[in-house]
């Protein structure tokens, strides 16, 4: 089992930053992949940012490349979220996931509201 808490979410202003953090313990030498998903209020969860642990290959959604950064550290204990530019689309709970082979570990998410 992996274990995942998320922080780091808030109020910030569009244009704002904001850097979320997720903490991973457990069986983490397993974990081959690592990514943040975001859920905003009446729609489906969506995928925003990967890692690849082994190599650091990156992905991300096409609405967030070139303002967000997703980085892990700490021998896959540390996930990282960078938004810069943040807009009020943004505005979601944002949740840490991790990946083995065989299973999918998800944190209970933290809230970021982009707002005037």
């Known amino acids: 089992q992996v274990q995942l808490v998320e922080s780091g979410g808030g109020l910030v202003q569009p244009g704002g930053s904001l850097k979320l953090s997720c903490a991973a313990s457990g069986r983490t030498p397993f974990i081959n992949a690592m990514a943040w998903f975001r859920q905003a209020p009446g729609k489906e969860r969506e995928f925003v940012a990967a890692?690849?642990?082994?190599?650091?290959?990156?992905a991300y959604k096409d609405s967030v490349k070139g303002r967000f950064t997703i980085s892990v550290a700490d021998a896959k204990k540390s996930l990282y979220l960078q938004m810069n530019s943040l807009e009020p689309e943004d505005a979601a709970v944002y949740f840490c996931?991790?990946?083995?082979?065989?299973?999918?570990?998800w944190g209970q998410g933290t809230q970021v509201t982009v707002s005037s």
């Open positions: 996931n991790a990946r083995s082979t065989t299973d999918s570990f």
């Open positions: 890692v690849i642990t082994h190599g650091g290959h990156t």
